[in-house]
T-cell receptor, first 115, second 113 residues
Framework: DTGVSQNPRHKITKRGQNVTFRCDPI?????LYWYRQTLGQGPEFLTY????????KSRLLSDRFSAERPKGSFSTLEIQRTEQGDSAMYLC?????????????FGPGTRLTVL | AQKITQTQPGMFVQEKEAVTLDCTYD???????LFWYKQPSSGEMIFLIY??????QNATEGRYSLNFQKARKSANLVISASQLGDSAMYFC??????????FGTGTRLTVIP
């Protein structure tokens, strides 16, 4: 499989619990992005990595959210003390950053439901 | 700051007909790129077509073409010969050098047999 993969695909948790999502980008892609998509909206940018360095973070990324990409390959997104407002689809994307345009390839997403 | 406006929450098209999905944008950056993505019910965002701000010609990719009017800041997607599999959400997005894509709210396209 040469596409972006995300695990788990679905996660149901109770308010206050911690959750962690994983993203495996396309192997030769050095850029990795996390987006959040709520119902009826387009994806909203959360954070961006170039290799293992986290270079940008959105204001949407509160201190309960943390993302890592320790070896410049896969990435994890952790949400601590989940709230019902965190219920959303979390999308990961990757790109080479070298093409004429920075086409981002998206994974299937992780749908989080906080009860 | 960037802004994408998609004013059509939903559109219907007869199978085999053409349909235009509207997108207007706003950015202060002189160099930018405009993207269209398709999101079927499975959730994955599928890249369709790209238009650079300095491209002289409208982009085309198979049945997809982009009607780019820079002065009007519009980048409408035209889908020709609609197929049932085209039923999905369609998002317009802009990349203005901010290392991320800024998306509109999308248009839900339904193709009628």
């Amino acid at each position: 499989d040469t596409g972006v993969s995300q695990n788990p695909r679905h996660k149901i948790t109770k308010r206050g619990q911690n959750v962690t999502f994983r993203c495996d980008p396309i192997s030769e892609h050095n850029r990795l992005y996390w987006y959040r998509q709520t119902l009826g909206q387009g994806p909203e940018f959360l954070t961006y990595f170039q290799n293992e360095a986290q270079l940008e973070k959105s204001r949407l990324l509160s201190d309960r959210f943390s993302a890592e990409r320790p070896k410049g390959s896969f990435s994890t997104l952790e949400i601590q003390r989940t709230e019902q407002g965190d219920s959303a689809m979390y999308l990961c994307a990757s790109s080479t950053g070298l093409a004429e345009y920075n086409e981002q390839f998206f994974g299937p997403g992780t749908r989080l439901t906080v009860l | 700051a960037q802004k994408i406006t998609q004013t059509q929450p939903g559109m219907f098209v007869q199978e085999k007909e053409a349909v235009t999905l509207d997108c207007t944008y706003d950015t202060s950056d002189p160099s930018y790129g405009l993207f269209w993505y398709k999101q079927p019910s499975s959730g994955e965002m599928i890249f369709l077509i790209y238009q650079g701000s300095y491209d002289q010609q409208n982009a085309t990719e198979g049945r997809y073409s982009l009607n780019f009017q820079k002065a009007r800041k519009s980048a409408n997607l035209v889908i020709s010969a609609s197929q049932l599999g085209d039923s999905a959400m369609y998002f317009c997005a802009i990349d203005a050098g901010a290392n991320n894509l800024f998306f509109g709210t999308g248009t839900r396209l339904t193709v009628i047999p």
